[in-house]
């Protein structure tokens, strides 16, 4: 069985000029989410690279992502969706 990613939330902060700064709140992997740390993160846009991501605050709370097959399959269970059609 393969371990389970846990995520943190961290705060970010990238500094374009002297009087711009861009502040970004994010769930990461627990391995990056180290205050001082500088990231690469991707723009799920442009699939481009952006980097001199400085993580700034580390929430103390460790999360697992949510199965989103399990909730589809409740979901469909608790409303009668995975039920055959009647015609």
């Known amino acids: 069985m393969s371990e389970i990613t846990k995520y943190r939330q961290v705060t970010m ?10 502040v970004e709140v994010s769930y990461i992997p627990e391995e990056f ?3 001082g740390n500088v990231l690469k ?4 846009l442009t699939g481009e690279w952006d980097t001199g991501w400085g993580v700034t ?3 103390s709370e460790s999360v ?7 909730a589809i399959r409740g979901h469909r269970k608790n ?5 055959p059609k009647v015609i």
Do not use: M, N
């Open 41 to 44: 993160i991707k723009d799920l």
């Open 64 to 70: 697992e992502p949510p199965d989103y097959r399990k």
């Open 79 to 83: 409303t009668g969706d995975s039920l």
């Open 13 to 22: 902060v990238k500094i374009i000029d002297r009087h711009t700064r861009v």
């Open 57 to 59: 605050h580390v929430g």
């Open 33 to 35: 989410a180290l205050v």
